[in-house]
């Protein structure tokens, strides 16, 4: 295989050639062809190829690409598994990096189609008001770069750290320049390379560089663009100091390496579930990807009583760890990714251990370079021992630490100055609260596990999609994923200010106060495509009688006193009888529901409901009900109904045209057009 660049829509045939050489046999698997690549030219050209093209979909449709894409790597996995055993992955390990990178792309994809805006940007969150009069407002949204994203990635996840950079980049509408680690990059390339064959990406959204080190890309870079790089905190650092990059305030987004921990309780004795499940966790961090995982257990905090049962525990654990050719179904642990990176680790292991004191290894002798056997080191005074809080060693090791109470488990948890994930198992709450609490400030992720969540936990070491993938301090300071808000990461957020009228005009988001169009048609009885933002039905009124109230009591069972006994409803803030909330809320759809057959479905649901003043009987309501958004939705194209979700804003008044309750609410609306796109929900 010939790993090469692919830049300005064209593979890059010609330079200098390096061997990539298999972590298990330690031959070549591949040649890495170094092009003297035109960066300048690279970065001009994904801004104005692809940017515009990307910026010309909503954010909806620029997910859709990325789900389709999804399920197109997804139909190639297979062949991403042979390769990657040659990275010295087994097939458990493969699966977290190939299925794990794909599968965060379905969820990402699919959690910026229910969370973000079907347009071309994002309208976050309500508007705010700025004037007593409301005629002034603001409202934020989050629009797309007129830049390239730079993502540099590491090599122990070559599939998973592209895939999870590259999804939300896309669907915040800027293309991506990827440059991965040369180490295994015949696996990101594989992956690459069927993303450019499948054509679903417009033309110049997506380029590689296959090189050593990225030459002179981060001189060309503008405040439009912005840098993504998982790696090692000194590497980072120096890039984040790059002249450019701080001359030009290029975003700057940094995963790097750090000293987890997991912490055992002090509740947790040895006949504890909590203890089998803290020591398979601790060792399942040791040997997955062989260590050479950012988020692995590389410190282990274990009461001082409870030292020796647990460094027994993982000893007898340990011991059963196959080591060997990763292609093997009977093998547990592969090598490391490199010779070069078992030497490194050994050197780790080499400073350790002037501090500490080595109570395990596996005693497998293997001849390849690039094995590296499970090491557990013990530090007996945690507190006082830098080191172990500073230098991590990137392979199969842990170092076990000893504490005395909760304060100091904290202390330990936290000396290492920031981490991507901790820790806790305990069966005790309140030990959980004040942990958790303690090391919340110095982790970017807290995981605490008992019996009770044990069985479906997804791990300490898997950041999950849904949620943020980052920490404070020597973990870098960044933050990527974390559902729809990886999305927002890849966007500039703009305060806008004007009339109600204006901003709906700009936003095509109705904010209250605006001017409306009253709807010649009902809603009810109008299609998707046909309903306008800003377009109005302004209802029929109804005066509330004593009757209305007695009878929701009767049918709802809702006897509160407010609304029944009119002597303790005197005593109360009302100071009468007044309607039922949900009354007025039910009255309201009587008057603006139409009863004929239409395109609407059904009612999907309510939002930001609230009742803002009284209604007593002899009160006259009236409902004003006015398009707020539109989304997009489809089923499968064999399902009855093609659809789209419409957000309606609803005010309710009474005769001093004074608000009483105010909601959103969301109605299914047939759509008259199937679009081009076949599938377009996730069931």
Known sequence: MKVLSYTENNWQKEGSVTDLISAVTGDPVAQMVEADLDYKAACEYARSTAGPALREMSIHERAFKIKFLAQYLLERKEDYYELSTHTGATRRDSWIDIEGGIGAMFVLSSKARRELSDLPYHVEGSHERLSRGGTFVGQHICVPFHGVGVH?????????????????????????????????????????????????????????????????????????????????????????????????????????????????????????????????????????KTGQKCTAIRRTIVPQDRIDDVVKALKERLSKTTIGDPAKEEIKMGPLASSLQAERFNEQISNLLEHTESVYTNGHEQH?????????????????????????????????????????????????????????????????????????????????????????????????????????????????????????????????????TTLTEVTNQYIKGAETKEAETHPFQQYFEDLEVGEALTTEKHTVTKEDVENFAELSGDHFYAHTDPEAASRSLFEEIVAHGYFVLSRAAGLFVHPDEGPVILNYGLENLRFLAPVPPGDTIQAKLIVKRKTVRQKRASDKFIFGVVYWDVEVTNQDDELVADYTILTLVKRRNKLDIDIFEDE
């Not at 992956?191 to 296959?210: C, H, N, R, T, Y």
């Not at 997991?262 to 203890?275: Q, R, T, W």
């Open 368 to 500: 390849s370079g690039a094995f590296a056997e499970p090491k557990v080191l013990l530090c007996h005074k945690p507190m006082e021992v830098d080191n172990v809080h500073r230098i991590e060693a990137f392979g199969p090791m842990t170092t076990v630490m000893p504490y005395e109470n909760n304060q100091q488990a904290i202390q330990l948890a936290n000396k290492a100055d920031g981490s991507l994930v901790g820790s806790l198992f305990t069966a005790d709450d309140s030990i959980a609260r004040e942990i958790t609490l303690g090391c919340a400030p110095y982790h970017g992720r807290f995981m605490i596990i008992n019996r009770h969540s044990a069985e479906e936990s997804t791990g300490h070491g898997s950041p999950m999609p849904h949620l943020t993938h980052g920490g404070p301090g020597r973990a870098g300071g960044g933050e990527e994923q974390g559902g729809a808000r990886a999305v927002i990461h890849n966007m500039q957020r703009v305060a806008l200010q004007g009339s109600p």
């Open 152 to 288: 540099i990635n590491a090599f122990n996840f070559p599939v998973w750290g592209m895939l999870e950079k590259l999804a939300p980049c896309i669907m915040a509408g800027m293309p991506a320049i990827i440059k991965p680690s040369p180490i295994g990059s015949y696996l990101a390339y594989s992956v690459f390379k069927d993303m450019v064959e499948s054509k679903i990406l417009p033309e110049g959204a997506i380029q590689f560089i296959a090189a050593d080190r990225p030459g002179d890309l981060l001189d060309h870079l503008t405040s439009q663009d912005a840098v993504a790089f998982t790696g090692s905190a000194d590497t980072g650092r120096k890039l984040k100091a790059h002249p450019n990059i701080v001359a030009n305030s290029v975003r700057f987004n940094l995963e790097a390496d750090s000293l987890n921990c997991s912490i055992l309780g002090s509740d947790v004795m040895p006949d504890m579930p909590e203890f089998d499940l803290f020591i398979k966790e601790v060792a399942n961090e040791m040997t997955v």
